[in-house]
């Protein structure tokens, strides 16, 4: 008797007066937020009775902000609202301000299935709160031309070839890494190379990487510089030190990462060879053949009507697409809508071991195969004693108040399988002998 105890629980939910879904959200930290710091914006969402498919949570932007939507699934859980028990589930998304100054949500439209008549499927339109915040520097950093927040900084060099045998003519490289923990790579400032006369510098795009968690946090930012320096003439040369500031978030303090000067004498080359200027076209190669400028014409001739062509064979493609399009699309639609589709969604979620989705594929499933029936009637009228256990588990797994959260669902999707098998069988042999029963095995 208590196997079905989740069943009564829901068809006693399903009676319950139709009201709208509640959105709430809220930021952590809410103030004293500094620039580059982590800011979560948790959005919950509630429904009553239940939902019927994920609630439709946009990717949005910011000026001046990177927001990041974490990869792992939202949480699920449950309120009272009134007196009224509601589902919830629930997002968080991460931001990150990149400067100083307010920073205000802009309008985040979510899009809710829930069962508001069940078992029918209501989809409402929500409209998450309002929140801003304000993000700053402390005053110790606040004279620096920019702001790099991290609890540790490393910055390494690599010079290749060494410099131990550099001549003139040569060109020697150097790659600069610096990576800063928890931070973003974007605040990570660029570098200024310089070199005294006899250095000739080329720069590089940087390459400037991150790793985050499944959630958005961010492990390190890395940024490397590559500069290419090219010894012009013998002698001695001395490039100066490289330092850069940084906010350590553990000291409060101001710190600075450095890269001592370096020294290198560069020798004499005597197979260096000074540049020439680009040779210049005599008479002769000025001359353009008259048999060379025919042999264009004709090519560039057929190079057109090789393209005439080509538009021609788009275009007949083009008209067949437009005709055949409305077809496939209407039969692709007619397709998706169908019974056995709708229980083609329903077996991959069972397989996927995702409560939530199983149970909205299964009431949209019972609403295509008994049609004017509700679930609570489907479930009493004509499931079989085993799948009426299987879909207790799965409703005790998602709202009961001692249900279990390990549910799986090979053993379901076995079950339905079973009693789709009889319930066909029974239809049509039901539709041979010219009368539309239900299906009930």
Known sequence: MKRFLPIIFLCTTLHVAAQSPVVR?????????????????????????????????????????????????????????????????????VIYPEQTGDFHLPTIKLSVPYAKTPPQTTTAQVVVPSLSFRADVPAAARDLSYFL?????????????????????????????????????????????????????????PVVREQKTPRGDFIYGQRVETAKYYVEKPGGYTLPAIELQWWNLNTHRLATASL?????????????????????????????????????????????????????????????????????????KKQQQSEGAYFHRLIHAA??????????????????????????????????????????????????ETGSSQWTGRSFAKELRQFRATAVARKTRAQTHGSLVGLNP
């Open 25 to 93: 959200a809220h930021l952590e930290p809410s103030q004293n937020i500094m620039v580059g710091q982590p800011v979560k914006l948790i959005v919950s969402v509630f429904v009553p009775n239940y939902f019927t498919g994920a609630p439709d949570f946009p990717e949005f932007e910011m000026e001046n902000a990177v927001v990041v939507m974490p990869q792992d699934r939202p949480e699920n859980s449950n309120t009272q609202i009134g007196d009224a028990k509601y589902f919830g589930i629930t997002q968080t998304y």
């Open 149 to 205: 927040p991290t609890t540790q900084l490393t910055i390494a060099e690599k010079w290749s070839p060494s410099l131990k045998k550099v001549r003139a003519g040569d060109t020697v490289e150097r790659t600069v890494t610096i990576t800063a923990s928890k931070t973003q790579a974007m605040l990570i400032p660029p570098l200024q190379f310089s070199a005294p006369d006899g250095l000739r510098i080329y720069g590089s795009e």
């Open 260 to 332: 001592p000067a370096i020294s290198f004498q560069a020798a004499a080359n005597p197979s260096l060879i000074a540049e020439l200027p680009p040779p210049q076209p005599n008479a002769q190669t000025m001359q353009a053949p008259t048999k060379k400028a025919a042999i264009h014409w004709r090519r560039n001739a057929l190079i057109t009507l090789q393209g005439i062509l080509c538009l021609a064979v788009i275009f007949l493609c083009y008209l067949v697409v437009r005709t055949l399009a409305p077809h496939a699309i209407a039969l692709r």
């Open 351 to 400: 397989k996927k071991d995702d409560a939530q989705l199983s149970y909205g594929c299964l009431l949209q499933w019972f609403v295509r195969v008994y049609p004017n029936q509700s679930f609570s009637d489907v479930v009493a009228l004509h499931i079989t004693p085993d799948l009426q256990a299987q879909i207790s588990e799965l409703t005790g797994s998602l709202y009961a």
